[in-house]
């Protein structure tokens, strides 16, 4: 059982930066990867990024490779989404989740392939 908090959101201007945190509760963190979404009103939850369960693998949408950066601190039990030259597309509620399926070789993008969800922190983008 995985419980996700997300923090770090709030307005940036264009071209600023954020870190986004989701810490878990989850007595055997390091064993599940982890996805980043994100929703804007009206819209479909489209996926961001993701990390293996040993930060050893990360993928990203094409939105945001090269900009955004996602990592991991197991002994912290946290994920990070480094977001940096931020656009007034990128404006959402970012949302962290976990792959119930334990050291999986798979980087999810979909997001019924994950079983546990945060509840998600604003991300706002001003121009």
């Known amino acids: 059982q995985v419980q996700l908090v997300e923090s770090g959101g709030g307005l940036v201007q264009a071209g600023g930066s954020l870190r986004l945190s989701c810490a878990a509760s989850?007595?055997?963190?390091?064993?599940?990867?982890m996805g980043w979404f994100r929703q804007a009103p009206g819209k479909e939850r489209e996926f961001v990024a993701a990390?293996?369960?040993?930060?050893?693998?990360?993928y990203y949408a094409g939105s945001v490779k090269g900009r955004f950066t996602v990592s991991r601190d197991n002994v912290k039990k946290t994920v990070y989404l480094q977001m940096n030259s931020l656009k007034p597309e990128d404006t959402a509620v970012y949302y962290c989740?976990?792959?119930?399926?334990?050291?999986?070789?798979?980087?999810?993008?979909?997001?019924?392939?994950?079983?546990?969800w945060g509840q998600g922190t604003q991300v706002t983008v001003s121009s």
């Open positions: 989740a976990a792959d119930g399926s334990l050291r999986s070789s798979r980087l999810p993008s979909h997001s019924y392939e994950y079983d546990y």
């Open positions: 990390i293996s369960w040993a930060g050893g693998s990360t």
């Open positions: 989850a007595r055997t963190f390091s064993d599940y990867g």
